[in-house]
């Protein structure tokens, strides 16, 4: 029996009602817990971080690009987690959150890869090389857009969202794949003509900043999918009397 | 089970052998881009040679991929699909007939193209069996890798140029892999890893696969 309760928050989950009002009392604190951590990993990393004894100052790009990496790898991981729920227990709010939180991991795919591109140009010589990691990455930006283009190409929403589903959980079982023969085919092709600078084990005052900026990505990726969640079901609830009530609501609180 | 998967083979065949233009197109797709790249490279023989082993796998990948295009479509206009998805037979096995039978008309006639087109680009006589061996074990990959695309992009309208897109990522390590067997065997190394890697993909494609093919013709129909 406690079994069985304890399942309840998630069957609740189902209700885009419950989700709506939950949501609506996390988000403020998850947004100025991503403000804070995001200032304060900002300006420790920038400015009182001590500079790299190889790099100089040009290694503090770090502190948006190891953070806008991890995100990517792990918004592609929520998407098949995502797609999964909704294959398997039929639930829409997990169709929302696949739909809503793709073009986040884009973009932040598309961050990590800018950000490299950035600090390659002072460490390797050159904006870009077919390096095992950079390449990777630049395919896992190909299967986000994949996800975003299958589910903007058909018109039905729930069948879209279960395509996008497939989708994400075919590639998630790829993505190791991908990894290990794009990790293969760079030793055999590529002798190292740019060696990857060995990572020195960071001094404390280096990668708590990096912890802190990290803790602040993930918290500013679960406010923003939240606010692009409610607005969603708000979208898609929008004949239902609650959702009137509340748009009612926040027109008269504007006014 | 065995006769209905054997059925479906044969019918695919029969609606394949009736017509033979659309089995025809791929090859030649194959065949023209094959020739695009010395026109655009240059024709030295030593730059192609070193050139041939990505450019063949690139051409059979691609030529793979635009004949997937349609291999759903028919069945889903004349309602063969939803027949498909009432009756009693599990669906991944009717999809891998399907598909099978789609691979022994268009992937089998690009594999034994290929040697033709490679010699033409100056590939050594040497290599051949590795080039037979990698496609014979990777087109089969592509095959079914890209039914999963052409399962749920049929009910689309303009579906192909999606298609290339959902797909194109997912086949990169079987060409990282068939095409780096070729390399090797041409720079005269060990291929047996490669080729081994190679079938391990094509054994967990066709065991998986045609699972995701099934989930996105259900998609698809139902919608």
Same mark, same amino acid.
């Given at each position: 029996?406690?079994?069985?309760?304890?399942?309840?928050?998630?069957?609740?989950?189902?209700?885009?009602?419950?989700?709506?009002?939950?949501?609506?009392?996390?988000?403020?604190? =998850? *947004?100025?817990?991503?403000?804070?951590? !995001?200032? $304060?990993?900002? #300006?420790? /990393? &920038?400015?009182?971080?001590?500079?790299?004894?190889?790099?100089?100052?040009?290694?503090?790009?770090?502190?948006?690009?190891?953070?806008?990496?991890? =995100? *990517?790898?792990?918004?592609?991981?929520? !998407?098949? $987690?995502?797609? #999964?729920? /909704? &294959?398997?227990?039929?639930?829409?709010?997990?169709?929302?959150?696949?739909?809503?939180?793709?073009?986040?991991?884009?973009?932040?795919?598309?961050?990590?890869?800018?950000?490299?591109?950035?600090?390659?140009?002072?460490?390797?010589?050159?904006?870009?090389?077919?390096?095992?990691?950079?390449?990777?990455?630049?395919?896992?930006?190909?299967?986000?857009?994949?996800?975003?283009?299958?589910?903007?190409?058909?018109?039905?929403?729930?069948?879209?969202?279960?395509?996008?589903?497939?989708?994400?959980?075919?590639?998630?079982?790829?993505?190791?794949?991908?990894?290990?023969?794009?990790?293969?085919?760079?030793?055999?092709?590529?002798?190292?003509?740019?060696?990857?600078?060995?990572?020195?084990?960071?001094?404390?005052?280096?990668?708590?900043?990096?912890?802190?900026?990290?803790?602040?990505?993930?918290?500013?990726?679960?406010?923003?999918?939240?606010?692009?969640?409610?607005?969603?079901?708000?979208?898609?609830?929008?004949?239902?009397?609650?959702?009137?009530?509340?748009?009612?609501?926040?027109?008269?609180?504007?006014? | 089970?065995?006769?209905?998967?054997?059925?479906?083979?044969?019918?695919?065949?029969?609606?394949?052998?009736?017509?033979?233009?659309?089995?025809?197109?791929?090859?030649?797709?194959?065949?023209?881009?094959?020739?695009?790249?010395?026109?655009?490279?240059?024709?030295?023989?030593?730059?192609?040679?070193?050139?041939?082993?990505?450019?063949?796998?690139?051409?059979?990948?691609?030529?793979?991929?635009?004949?997937?295009?349609?291999?759903?479509?028919?069945?889903?206009?004349?309602?063969?699909?939803?027949?498909?998805?009432?009756?009693?037979?599990?669906?991944?096995?009717?999809?891998?007939?399907?598909?099978?039978?789609?691979?022994?008309?268009?992937?089998?006639?690009?594999?034994?193209?290929?040697?033709?087109?490679?010699?033409?680009?100056?590939?050594?006589?040497?290599?051949?069996?590795?080039?037979?061996?990698?496609?014979?074990?990777?087109?089969?990959?592509?095959?079914?890798?890209?039914?999963?695309?052409?399962?749920?992009?049929?009910?689309?309208?303009?579906?192909?140029?999606?298609?290339?897109?959902?797909?194109?990522?997912?086949?990169?390590?079987?060409?990282?892999?068939?095409?780096?067997?070729?390399?090797?065997?041409?720079?005269?190394?060990?291929?047996?890893?490669?080729?081994?890697?190679?079938?391990?993909?094509?054994?967990?494609?066709?065991?998986?696969?045609?699972?995701?093919?099934?989930?996105?013709?259900?998609?698809?129909?139902?919608?």
């Amino acid at each position: 029996m406690s079994n069985l309760m304890n399942w309840t928050w998630f069957h609740k989950l189902g209700s885009p009602k419950w989700f709506y009002e939950i949501s609506g009392r996390w988000l403020p604190g =998850l *947004a100025i817990a991503a403000a804070l951590l !995001l200032l $304060v990993g900002t #300006v420790w /990393g &920038l400015a009182f971080a001590p500079p790299d004894y190889q790099q100089g100052n040009s290694f503090r790009i770090i502190y948006i690009h190891v953070p806008a990496a991890f =995100l *990517a790898q792990s918004i592609y991981v929520m !998407l098949a $987690v995502a797609g #999964v729920v /909704g &294959l398997v227990w039929k639930m829409k709010l997990a169709d929302v959150a696949l739909q809503q939180a793709a073009p986040v991991g884009a973009w932040m795919t598309a961050i990590a890869l800018i950000t490299g591109a950035i600090w390659g140009k002072p460490t390797w010589g050159t904006y870009w090389i077919w390096d095992a990691r950079l390449t990777s990455m630049l395919i896992l930006l190909f299967l986000y857009f994949g996800v975003i283009a299958l589910g903007q190409a058909i018109s039905n929403r729930d069948s879209a969202a279960k395509a996008c589903a497939v989708l994400a959980v075919v590639g998630v079982i790829n993505i190791p794949i991908i990894k290990y023969s794009v990790q293969w085919w760079n030793t055999l092709h590529q002798p190292a003509t740019f060696s990857v600078i060995e990572k020195p084990a960071m001094p404390v005052q280096m990668w708590l900043p990096l912890l802190i900026m990290v803790l602040g990505f993930y918290c500013f990726f679960a406010a923003v999918l939240l606010m692009r969640m409610r607005l969603e079901v708000l979208r898609r609830e929008a004949r239902s009397s609650w959702v009137k009530n509340e748009i009612r609501g926040l027109v008269e609180g504007k006014r | 089970m065995n006769s209905l998967f054997m059925l479906l083979v044969v019918r695919e065949a029969r609606l394949l052998c009736r017509r033979p233009a659309e089995l025809a197109n791929p090859l030649v797709f194959f065949a023209i881009v094959i020739a695009l790249f010395p026109l655009a490279v240059g024709p030295q023989t030593q730059l192609l040679q070193s050139l041939s082993p990505g450019l063949v796998w690139v051409a059979a990948l691609l030529a793979v991929l635009l004949s997937l295009d349609g291999l759903f479509r028919s069945d889903f206009e004349d309602g063969s699909l939803e027949q498909w998805l009432l009756s009693s037979h599990p669906l991944p096995v009717l999809v891998l007939a399907k598909v099978m039978a789609h691979w022994l008309f268009s992937g089998l006639a690009l594999v034994l193209l290929s040697p033709l087109l490679a010699l033409m680009l100056g590939l050594p006589g040497r290599c051949l069996p590795v080039l037979l061996a990698s496609l014979l074990l990777g087109t089969p990959i592509l095959s079914l890798l890209g039914a999963i695309g052409a399962a749920l992009t049929v009910g689309l309208k303009r579906g192909g140029l999606l298609l290339a897109l959902l797909i194109l990522p997912l086949y990169i390590p079987v060409l990282i892999l068939g095409s780096g067997a070729l390399q090797a065997s041409l720079q005269g190394l060990p291929v047996a890893g490669h080729l081994l890697w190679l079938a391990s993909l094509a054994a967990l494609t066709i065991t998986l696969t045609p699972f995701a093919i099934a989930a996105g013709l259900k998609i698809s129909v139902s919608e």
